[in-house]
């Protein structure tokens, strides 16, 4: 069995308690409250500038020139999404650009952000790799499956689109191959904690909706 099917099939779990969760389900319906989805897409701005330092810093240890390239570029569309978010979604959804940079990280995205940041620099390139797979993995396999169930003139269709279409996936089955080939050289022991970053992470994605769900903010 592959890396990556054995990774999906033990944490598969997670996967559906994400899918299940109720942000995702009315958004799939059109039902999310536009607050709720502003507090949402504010957050995930501030992830992806987050996530694509981490991304680099998985680019510099990489073992193969392929995986340099197929890393540092990501860490460039991170962050150029993150910036065209402002150009649609944010405006969209009427949010000004000080609003965005007055509103800090919510708990949920500082422990999600912190997690990678601290993972990409403390670890091997295997581990940093698997810890960073949630968030394509999970992200494509949940806009594959709600795009169906999406209902007509959803308002969040735009979003749903983003991460259900060809051109993402197709990344992301780049990266599930590239993990699959790194693991295939891996000890047990890094096996092991490979999966421990992935479930990490795929954790912290449900954690990441439901704080944006609730609309939480810092309990102090």
Known sequence: MLFSAELWQQHADLYQKILAHPF?????QGTLTKSA???YI?????????YGRALAVCAAKAFETQDVIQF???AKLAIVFEREMHDS???????S????????????CHHYTSFLTATAWSESYPVVLASLLPCFW??????????????????????????AGEEFHSAVREVVATIDRVAARCDADTLAKMHQAYRRGAELEWLFWDSAYHERTWPL
């Not at 504010?42 to 987050?50: E, G, P, T």
Request: net charge negative; proline share 3%.
């Open 24 to 28: 995702n389900q009315s958004l799939s």
């Open 37 to 39: 989805f502003q507090h």
């Open 42 to 50: 504010i957050q995930d701005a501030h992830y992806l500038v987050a």
């Open 72 to 74: 540092a570029e990501a």
């Open 89 to 95: 979604f944010l405006g969209q959804f009427q949010i």
């Open 97 to 108: 650009q000080a609003e965005f940079e007055r509103t800090p990280l919510t708990l949920a």
């Open 138 to 163: 999970i992200y494509a396999e949940v806009g594959r499956d709600i795009v169906a169930q999406s209902v007509a003139n959803n308002p969040y269709q735009a979003w749903i689109d983003t991460y």
